[in-house]
């Protein structure tokens, strides 16, 4: 499976941006995480593989949204109200879990149970 990351770019606080995430098979729960220089990678937002449920970190609750768009195999990332603390690379990631779904667990699984990676797509918020 492959994931090509993109949509990044410099903005300033207060602006939008959407990032996209195609990927070359539907059929994965997808998230995005984001790694700021010298801080882990941190969870973002999810969204399981019927698209039925999204999670989202606190910190990006009620500015960011997840769809995505299964004839298209692609994952968005709306990011509005943008911050300076909003400045990473941002990664999206596939998982064969199915959670969100019908009698599965609820939440996203950890990062370390995503098996592909996209490379990564710089978002620059400036003051």
């Known amino acids: 499976v492959q994931l090509q990351a993109s949509g990044g770019g410099l903005v300033q606080a207060g602006d939008s941006l959407r990032l996209s995430c195609t990927t070359s098979?539907?059929?994965?729960?997808m998230g995005w995480f984001r790694q700021a220089p010298g801080k882990e990678r941190e969870f973002v937002a999810a969204?399981?593989?019927?698209?039925?449920?999204?999670e989202f970190s606190d910190v990006v609750k009620g500015r960011f949204t997840i769809s995505r768009d299964s004839a298209k195999n692609t994952v968005y990332l709306q990011m509005n109200s943008l911050k300076p603390e909003d400045t990473a690379i941002y990664y999206c990631?596939?998982?064969?879990?199915?959670?969100?779904?019908?009698?599965?667990?609820?939440?996203?699984?950890?990062?370390?149970?995503?098996?592909?990676w996209g490379q990564g797509t710089q978002v620059t918020v400036s003051s």
């Open positions: 098979d539907r059929t994965y729960a």
């Open positions: 969204i399981s593989w019927s698209g039925r449920s999204v």
């Open positions: 990631g596939s998982t064969h879990s199915i959670w969100g779904e019908a009698g599965a667990a609820p939440t996203p699984p950890p990062a370390d149970d995503y098996l592909y």
